[in-house]
């Protein structure tokens, strides 16, 4: 293995691995390794919070024909089956992938539970340029493994993935979700990703200002892509002023077609130093730096991108400054929880009304926040834990059969 954080491992826990290597022959078939409760304080760098690192189980798949290359990350199981979607990327070298896997679906985890899924944390990576690397047999090779773990994992689409993706991950594999409404599936999980930071925005609304809506508030959304656009038509719906920022034309274009009254700032910079009420990254991660939060005059920050905070602390920052911070996967968990309903027969309804509660569970955050004198991502995390204590716990109880 050519990656030396994963060498080292190795050399450290031959034992288990040459133990589970013939089962993992059988299970598996070739092509994949398999790689159980090995994660000590050696990937204590990927995930600062010590004692928080140990996944489950980290499954590499590589598939030398089609191109594929590919990581699985199981986080847990403790609520069931972990979920979480798969990212397609140019990773600079395999460990970068690695470390990514692994955060992502730590978070997917703590995003599941707070969503009240009965869904434990999971994510894959697919190593290779979307644009140029993507082709039916990679996808469908994907699928296969997938289908190998026997539905440990179940996977949705990601950064570079699409629900076309998954229609043919799904010719391989039952346990796949996200798919076109076409294939029975759910469709595009933008759809109720705004609705849900919509409902999270409702409520630090409430919170903060007493009342919850965004009625006569300017918000600034930065990035109006899938889930941005349609924040901005919840906004515009609900009577707020909006001021936009994108990097693509096009995506910039679409919000001015539809709502013309819109204002345009050239760039992230020009709008976090605007006149405004919210801020919305709906972007890509590490939105709230030391930069952006010190010139910062909004007093909620709400949107739909994952990883908002560029490092541990950034929430202390928020606090001190007297920002209000609605936690991003809290947040963002209405794709989730559009995607997971699928797994059941989709049923617009029934998710919708499932992503409305982000509303009193963040309204519930920002209570306990204040209350234990933490910041919300902390007491998001508390909640999250709790249930997967809590739920997780009652998998215990012996069914007798
Ligand atoms: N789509 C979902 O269901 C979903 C669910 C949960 C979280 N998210 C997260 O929400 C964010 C947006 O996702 P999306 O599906 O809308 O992606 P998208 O690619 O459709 O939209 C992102 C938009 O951001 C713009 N952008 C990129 N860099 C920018 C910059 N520096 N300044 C301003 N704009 C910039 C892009 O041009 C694009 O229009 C991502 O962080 C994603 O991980 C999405």
């Known amino acids: 293995m050519k990656n030396p954080m994963l060498s080292g491992i190795a050399t450290q826990h031959v034992a288990t691995l040459e133990a589970i290597s013939a089962a993992k022959e059988r299970r598996a078939g070739p092509g994949v390794t398999t790689v159980t409760n090995v994660f000590g304080p050696s990937h204590k760098d990927v995930s600062p919070e010590s004692g928080q690192s140990r996944h489950e189980q980290v499954v590499f798949c590589s598939d030398e024909q089609s191109g594929l290359r590919a990581i699985i990350a199981i986080y847990n199981t403790t609520l069931g089956p972990a979920l979480g979607g798969t990212r397609f990327y140019p990773y600079a070298s395999e460990q970068e992938a690695l470390a990514d896997v692994l955060n992502l679906s730590r978070a997917m985890a703590y995003k599941n539970a707070l969503a009240g899924l009965d869904h434990g944390g999971g994510k894959a990576v697919i190593i290779g340029d979307p644009a140029t690397d993507k082709n039916e047999a990679l996808l469908r090779a994907f699928g296969r493994f997938v289908e190998s773990l026997s539905g440990r994992y179940i996977t949705a689409c990601d950064v570079g993935t699409y629900s076309e993706d998954m229609d043919l991950m799904s010719r391989e594999s039952r346990f796949v979700t996200g798919r076109t409404v076409a294939n029975g599936g759910a469709g595009d999980s933008s759809v109720l990703t705004a609705f849900g930071v919509f409902q999270g925005m409702r409520a630090a ?36 002023e909006v001021v936009i920022c994108d990097v693509d034309e096009r995506a910039v274009e679409r919000v001015k077609t539809r709502h ?33 939060v010190g010139r910062l005059a909004a007093k909620i920050v709400c949107g739909g991108a994952n990883n908002q905070l560029a490092h541990l602390g950034v929430e202390k920052q928020l606090a001190e400054r007297g920002i209000l911070y609605a936690p991003d996967y809290l947040v963002n968990s209405g794709g989730v929880i559009q995607v997971a309903d699928e797994l059941h027969g989709f049923s617009m309804e029934r998710a919708r009304d499932r992503a409305t509660r982000i509303y009193d569970t963040a309204l519930k955050i920002f209570g306990l926040a204040e209350e234990e004198g933490v910041a919300p991502a902390v007491a998001a995390d508390k909640l999250a834990e709790r249930r997967m204590s809590e739920v997780g716990r009652i998998r215990g109880i012996w069914l007798g059969r």
Do not use: N
């Open 205 to 240: 609304a409430e919170h903060a200002w007493g009342a919850p809506t965004l009625h006569g508030r300017r918000v600034g959304v930065e990035g109006v892509g899938k889930v941005g656009h349609r924040l901005v038509d919840h906004l515009i719906e609900d009577g707020a």
């Open 260 to 292: 013309p009254g819109v204002e345009v700032v050239a760039d992230k910079g020009a709008l976090t130093r605007a006149d405004i009420d919210v801020y919305a990254p709906c972007a890509l991660g590490g939105a709230l730096d030391d930069e952006t």
